[in-house]
């Protein structure tokens, strides 16, 4: 089922281009008729078309929009692509794991080996080559992201949270649910939908710039802003809905590999009871939301509007779907703080 509605969020974006197209198309037409005596006169439509003023230049001037469009979103996953895995790295200022300030933590020598072990035994049953691992350092929520075009490079991003508060299970499900967006190539979907929303940001800025660069194209630049704004919306409700399916799809795929949905619930359950500041990343690279495994802003979104801009679904439906018998209660980290991963035999 997520399949499926996966490809028709994706075919929407093909729609929204053409969409596009035929808005300014007709909003373009309705300007060159004006000198034919006004857009709502029939005589004037006859005339202007007539002359082919009211199919040769706005259908010139629509695909000229639209290639503009196209060759931005290009642009931006070509950057993306250049740089791999290590640009979400580097954009995120994560550590590579076998860092010298990761190493020197309490415990971490303990980490590494036991997130090594992890990160074979879940590559083995993802039938896929050992991504390399990243952490971000400053960051105590519960959360991950896998990154990368393809599956010859590849990253796995996880917080400190996730080293401090999962144990062996858990961790395993975590790293199985990333793994689990390679192999159904979520990754590269991600990127390029983050590149097509990067063309529109850029064409409905060109319409802001030609408003104010050009008094006398004022007609024109309201047009494509408002096309712009109107096909940046679009895009991120066809994004998040993307994404949302997708997680339901990584959650379900990561159970495959462990064979223990209570130890993807519990991982969801941590995250719903960390009561902790939006992330740092969340509030500087909210682009990059739909990546991780949970919202980094907030586990639930109550009102319909910021639901259909969420990138993943409600934390209560994820863990429901794993396990149907919980009781609805997150994890109290005030009675139950133990920081498992750090008290676990990395032989284990």
């Given at each position: 089922?997520?399949?499926?509605?996966?490809?028709?969020?994706?075919?929407?974006?093909?729609?929204?281009?053409?969409?596009?197209?035929?808005?300014?198309?007709?909003?373009?037409?309705?300007?060159?008729?004006?000198?034919?005596?006004?857009?709502?006169?029939?005589?004037?439509?006859?005339?202007?078309?007539?002359?082919?003023?009211?199919?040769?230049?706005?259908?010139?001037?629509?695909?000229?929009?639209?290639?503009?469009?196209?060759?931005?979103?290009?642009?931006?996953?070509?950057?993306?692509?250049?740089?791999?895995?290590?640009?979400?790295?580097?954009?995120?200022?994560?550590?590579?794991?076998?860092?010298?300030?990761?190493?020197?933590?309490?415990?971490?020598?303990?980490?590494?080996?036991?997130?090594?072990?992890?990160?074979?035994?879940?590559?083995?049953?993802?039938?896929?080559?050992?991504?390399?691992?990243?952490?971000?350092?400053?960051?105590?929520?519960?959360?991950?992201?896998?990154?990368?075009?393809?599956?010859?490079?590849?990253?796995?991003?996880?917080?400190?949270?996730?080293?401090?508060?999962?144990?062996r299970q858990e961790?395993?499900?975590?790293?199985?649910?990333?793994?689990?967006?390679?192999?159904?190539?979520?990754?590269?979907?991600?990127?390029?939908?983050?590149?097509?929303?990067?063309?529109?940001?850029?064409?409905?800025?060109?319409?802001?710039?030609?408003?104010?660069?050009?008094?006398?194209?004022?007609?024109?630049?309201?047009?494509?802003?408002?096309?712009?704004?109107?096909?940046?919306?679009?895009?991120?409700?066809?994004?998040?809905?993307?994404?949302?399916?997708?997680?339901?799809?990584?959650?379900?795929?990561?159970?495959?590999?462990?064979?223990?949905?209570?130890?993807?619930a519990r991982v969801?359950?941590?995250i719903g009871g960390?009561?902790?500041?939006?992330?740092?990343?969340?509030?500087?690279?909210?682009?990059?939301?739909?990546?991780?495994?949970?919202?980094?802003?907030?586990?639930?979104?109550?009102?319909?509007?910021?639901?259909?801009?969420?990138?993943?679904?409600?934390?209560?439906?994820?863990?429901?779907?794993?396990?149907?018998?919980?009781?609805?209660?997150?994890?109290?980290?005030?009675?139950?703080?133990?920081?498992?991963?750090?008290?676990?035999?990395?032989?284990?």
């Amino acid at each position: 089922k997520n399949k499926l509605w996966s490809a028709l969020f994706a075919f929407g974006f093909i729609l929204s281009l053409a969409a596009v197209f035929a808005l300014i198309y007709i909003g373009l037409s309705l300007i060159f008729i004006f000198p034919y005596g006004g857009p709502f006169t029939w005589t004037a439509i006859q005339k202007s078309v007539s002359e082919t003023q009211f199919i040769y230049w706005p259908s010139l001037l629509s695909s000229f929009a639209v290639l503009l469009i196209i060759v931005k979103a290009a642009q931006a996953i070509w950057r993306i692509s250049q740089s791999g895995s290590v640009y979400f790295a580097s954009a995120l200022r994560a550590v590579p794991l076998g860092d010298d300030s990761l190493i020197d933590s309490p415990g971490g020598r303990r980490q590494e080996k036991m997130l090594r072990n992890i990160v074979g035994e879940m590559a083995v049953a993802a039938s896929i080559s050992e991504p390399d691992i990243y952490v971000l350092l400053n960051e105590d929520k519960i959360n991950a992201m896998a990154v990368g075009l393809h599956k010859d490079d590849l990253a796995v991003i996880l917080t400190r949270g996730a080293l401090r508060f999962l144990d062996r299970q858990e961790m395993s499900a975590l790293l199985a649910h990333e793994f689990s967006h390679v192999v159904n190539n979520d990754t590269r979907h991600y990127t390029l939908m983050a590149g097509y929303l990067k063309g529109l940001y850029y064409f409905q800025n060109a319409g802001f710039e030609l408003i104010f660069q050009h008094p006398a194209a004022v007609f024109p630049g309201l047009l494509i802003m408002f096309v712009g704004v109107a096909a940046t919306v679009c895009g991120k409700i066809l994004q998040a809905a993307f994404s949302r399916a997708r997680e339901r799809l990584a959650d379900a795929s990561a159970v495959r590999y462990t064979r223990d949905p209570s130890a993807l619930a519990r991982v969801l359950m941590k995250i719903g009871g960390q009561d902790l500041p939006p992330s740092r990343f969340a509030r500087k690279l909210s682009e990059l939301n739909h990546f991780f495994l949970a919202q980094p802003k907030k586990p639930e979104t109550p009102s319909s509007w910021k639901a259909l801009l969420s990138s993943h679904p409600p934390l209560a439906g994820r863990i429901w779907a794993l396990v149907p018998n919980w009781d609805g209660w997150y994890w109290d980290f005030a009675k139950k703080p133990s920081d498992y991963f750090l008290d676990q035999d990395p032989s284990a």
